[in-house]
């Protein structure tokens, strides 16, 4: 071993400085390139149009890459940086794609990659009112070249008055079975008012649908009340027994005699208050208070049941049996005089 080291020692002293230095140089060189190698990176840059570029660099900022290869976004484009194992890379471009938004009678084009109708309206800066819409719908992907139409949806109310028509009442009476065709009106006829709001769908300025939301009845219609004759119909309202065949089905006695006619105010002479159904009698033969059936003795004229309430000079002296009592004096004339039966109830 010491031979074979002396002899190794003596066949590199042997060896020129000029060999030395040459294996040296290749040695730097090949650390060099090595470290240099190791700082580099082969990236791809390419966008959604097919353009394509490789570069070797050790640059990693995006912008910088898309400087050297000349392929460049736009402000909406999408941009994806990948740096993979090893010195690999990618730089895609995803280029934005124009969508057309119709709104307020004007055309608008705005650009992105990707999202709903709702984020390219607020890209081309375009707000909904509280019923607005749009074609597609808010929610809907957008494509390339698609077209947005926003429509302006608003609500006009309007309000008009209608008349209600009133009807006519006919309040019937054996009174005028003298002049059958006498008609009194004791009520005019006055139209009532209906307030309606009709509310209108306009889209776009074209009323595409309305309906009535409110009726507001804003006056009652008053009824015409018209007095006519009806045979055997009786003046008073006051009820009592059924009546078959012109009698009450219940009474004590009748009695036969003369009736005339007055009106007024006031009381009777019992005290009690005057109305149609109440008559003035001598008490002496019909007490105050009793109820009576009266009708005339040919069965033309009924006055009804009423109440002996009222006496007169008249009647104490026998000149009439009964005098019955009207609302007016205009019916108390067209009554006049009649021969009546006055059957007594009670």
């Known amino acids: 071993m010491t031979s074979f080291t002396h002899k190794l020692r003596q066949g590199l ?18 650390l060099t390139l090595g470290a240099l190698l190791l700082s580099v990176n082969v990236v791809y840059v390419s966008d959604s149009d097919g353009n394509r570029r490789m570069l070797i660099t050790g640059v990693e900022d995006p912008a ?3 400087a050297m290869s000349g392929i460049v976004a736009e ?27 119709q709104a307020d009678g ?3 084009t705005t650009k992105l990659c990707s999202g709903t109708v709702q984020q390219a309206l607020d890209l081309a800066g375009i707000t909904l009112g509280e019923h607005d819409y749009t074609e597609p719908s808010l929610h809907t992907p957008i494509e390339e070249d698609m077209e947005i139409t926003v429509h302006r949806v608003e609500y006009q109310d309007t309000v008009v008055d209608q008349p209600v028509p009133y009807e006519t009442e006919y309040r019937y009476t054996s009174l005028y079975h003298r002049s059958r065709g006498k008609t009194v009106t004791l009520q005019e006829g006055i139209e009532g008012n209906d307030r309606i709001t009709t509310r209108a769908r306009v889209v776009d300025g074209v009323v595409e ?3 009535v939301v409110s009726v507001e009845r804003t006056a009652e219609p008053q009824n015409a009340i018209i007095k006519a004759y009806q045979a055997g119909a009786p003046v008073s309202s006051m009820e009592g ?13 009748v009695l036969t005699g003369r009736a005339t006619a007055y009106s ?17 009698v001598d008490p002496n033969v019909i007490p105050y208070g009793t109820k009576l059936y009266i009708t005339s003795t040919d069965g033309k004229f009924v006055y009804g049941y009423a109440i002996a309430t009222d006496t007169g000079t008249a009647l104490r002296e026998g000149h009439a049996l009964v005098d019955l009592y009207f609302n007016s004096y205009s019916d108390a004339v067209t009554a006049a005089v009649h021969q009546v039966n006055v ?4």
Do not use: H
């Open 13 to 30: 002293r042997a060896v020129p400085a000029r060999v030395w230095a040459g294996l040296l140089t290749v040695c730097c060189l090949s």
């Open 64 to 66: 910088e890459l898309m």
């Open 75 to 101: 402000e909406q484009d999408d941009i994806y940086y990948t740096a993979y194992n090893g010195n690999l890379a990618s730089l895609n471009i995803q280029r934005a794609f124009p969508v057309y938004v």
């Open 106 to 108: 004007a055309l608008s």
């Open 209 to 211: 649908s309305s309906k």
């Open 241 to 253: 027994p059924e009546v078959v065949n012109g009698v009450p089905s219940t009474y004590s006695r």
């Open 264 to 280: 007024g105010s006031g009381r009777g002479a019992s005290g009690l208050g005057l109305y149609e159904g109440t008559v003035a």
């Open 343 to 346: 059957y007594i109830i009670e």
